[in-house]
């Protein structure tokens, strides 16, 4: 059945159940309570999917998004089981939002007062393919629409205790004051990003020029025209749609719809590498790391040289590294991954820093500029995963080959000039991760203050009538990032079916076999040093430590 298929039917079923039942309009609707949630943006849209299924209740209305397209936050206006009106107001601020501000009460910025009226722009969703919502629009400058208020609860890409020093957000440094509950769940991989003229150049300089996996073109001067929904035809090419750019995918599931854009150099065959080694100096400031191309040699000579006479060679030879702002998780993960950063002795000490940067903009009004008009910055900040993803393919609309990093939930589409690449040869995939051979995780917490108590929650937010309904609800959302089976649904969703393979979560459980079963998909590795344990005796989690076996065991 074709996507569209599913969605009308998702739709009507709806439709059926809930009768003639209205949205509420949070203008026009007395809302019973608030879940203020900060965090993570690498599992945003999974928890979007998450709370949409689980929290909101279709048979007692209809289902709506907001959306704030600046940042992106997120609210999600619904009626639950129990028949009461909620909004769940999600900052994607990243996962620094979710530690500090929840543990000090410290407000954060919100997509508050959301109205029909305001956020005109309506279409039809479905989360897993199967729960019908519409996603309304509210555009970028309406500001009033936004408001502060302190979270109740909190995601983060790894555990809080991280989010200190160099890794902090704006809020400062994560001080655990309130005695928070904060629980372990699945795991989630990271990986390293290239534009898409730079990752041609990686595979010019990786395979042979004859190799069906090179970008380089036939000599065939045979033209050839491609429809619509063919693959796309590399820039610069000769009008034949070559091997490499036939269609290929590593993925298993995923509708032709959703897989339109994979071809078979995007497959992990054909997936180019970068060691660990070099991945670092990449991140690392230009004094101490790469400063240009022309720095990385291949078959005799440079990879600017390389790829000078096609359509994907650098304008410009310069280093361009789009990064997280600081008190992302994304950006902590990758950065204790690949710089250990803060992983010596002290909160400050130990590894490399990632140089700062000015925030990422393509307007050139920006002082400085961002990335515009054949100019861009050495080091450009994003506050969210998919500001870095355009952050990233902004510098090859420029003419430079840049650098980022991110979770696997991104562009498996392959939506936006971005790929993922190996590193030490190996590709981001659940069947690496469980294998032992892709080391670059994070194990994602979900916490709230005062060891978790409904009373701890704000009247402002959950009025008391409201406590044991918002627990409920929370912790249903923390049971769907832990239980196997939880996971297992997680994963079957497409936005996992990238073209060299599926990722995805894999959940804290015992596990059976290194050999990867997406009918239980457990974690062999975790971080945490079974030598520290907590009050339980649970082997506390260290994103600095490992990983390593569920035996102790290093698999690095």
């Given at each position: 059945m074709s996507q569209q298929n599913k969605l009308a039917l998702a739709i009507a079923a709806a439709c059926c159940v809930a009768g003639n039942v209205q949205a509420f309009d949070p203008a026009a609707t007395v809302v019973d309570y608030r879940m203020v949630i900060g965090g993570a943006t690498a599992p945003t849209t999974t928890i979007r999917d998450?709370?949409?299924?689980?929290?909101?209740?279709?048979?007692?209305?209809?289902?709506?998004?907001?959306?704030?397209?600046?940042?992106?936050?997120?609210?999600?206006?619904?009626?639950?089981?129990?028949?009461?009106?909620?909004l769940v107001m999600k900052n994607d601020g990243g996962s620094g939002a979710g530690t500090t501000p929840v543990d000090e009460l410290i407000a954060i910025e919100v997509l508050q007062s959301p109205t029909f009226a305001a956020c005109t722009t309506a279409t039809a969703q479905t989360a897993f393919a199967t729960t019908a919502y519409t996603r309304r629009t509210c555009g970028s400058t309406n500001t009033a629409l936004l408001g502060l208020r302190a979270p109740d609860f909190g995601i983060s890409d790894i555990e809080p205790s991280k989010f200190v020093g160099a890794l902090a957000p704006a809020e400062g440094d994560f001080r655990n004051l309130s005695g928070m509950q904060i629980n372990s769940v699945a795991g989630l991989g990271f990986g390293f990003l290239v534009n898409a003229n730079l990752y041609k150049a990686l595979q010019v300089a990786q395979f042979a020029d004859t190799a069906a996996c090179s970008p380089v073109p036939t000599t065939d001067t045979t033209t050839r025209t491609s429809s619509a929904t063919a693959p796309v035809i590399n820039p610069g090419a000769n009008g034949i749609k070559d091997a490499y750019e036939a269609f290929g995918t590593n993925s298993t599931g995923g509708s032709a719809t959703f897989t339109r854009k994979h071809?078979?150099?995007?497959?992990?065959?054909?997936?180019?590498?970068?060691?660990?080694?070099?991945?670092?100096?990449?991140?690392?400031?230009?004094?101490?790391?790469?400063?240009?191309?022309?720095?990385?040699?291949?078959?005799?000579?440079d990879l600017v040289a390389l790829s000078s006479t096609f359509n994907w060679a650098a304008g410009d030879a310069t280093k361009i590294l789009c990064r997280r702002t600081s008190g992302s998780g994304t950006h902590a993960q990758n950065s204790i991954y690949f710089l250990r950063t803060q992983c010596g002795g002290g909160a400050s000490s130990g590894g490399q820093v990632m140089p700062t940067g000015t925030q990422h903009s393509t307007s050139l009004s920006a002082t400085p500029p961002g990335c515009g008009s054949t100019v861009c910055d050495l080091v450009l900040e994003n506050v969210s995963s998919g500001n870095l993803l355009a952050c990233v393919a902004d510098t090859q609309s420029e003419g430079f080959w840049g650098v980022g990093y991110a979770s696997v939930e991104s562009n498996a589409t392959l939506d936006a000039d971005v790929r993922f690449v190996k590193i030490d040869g190996v590709a981001p995939t659940l069947v690496n991760m469980v294998n032992g051979t892709y080391p670059n995780f994070g194990e994602l917490t979900m916490q709230s203050r005062s060891g978790g108590v409904a009373t701890a929650y704000q009247v402002s937010n959950v009025p008391v009538a409201e406590r044991a309904e918002a627990k409920l609800r929370w912790d249903r959302i923390v049971q769907e990032l832990t239980t196997v089976g939880n996971v297992q649904a997680l994963n079957a969703d497409n936005r996992f079916r990238h073209p060299f393979g599926n990722a995805g979560f894999l959940a804290r459980a015992v596990p059976t076999s290194f050999t990867y079963n997406p009918a239980s998909p457990i974690a062999t590795q975790v971080h945490a040093d079974p030598a520290v344990v907590d009050a339980a005796l649970v082997p506390v989690q260290n994103t600095c430590f490992g990983p390593v076996t569920t035996q102790g065991i290093s698999v690095e």
């Open positions: 998450v709370v949409i299924r689980d929290v909101c209740d279709v048979t007692q209305g209809p289902i709506t998004q907001f959306l704030w397209q600046a940042t992106p936050h997120y609210t999600i206006a619904c009626t639950t089981a129990a028949n009461k009106k909620v071809a078979l150099g995007d497959t992990e065959a054909c997936m180019p590498t970068l060691s660990r080694s070099q991945a670092e100096t990449l991140l690392m400031s230009n004094d101490t790391g790469v400063l240009d191309w022309t720095e990385l040699k291949a078959k005799g000579s």
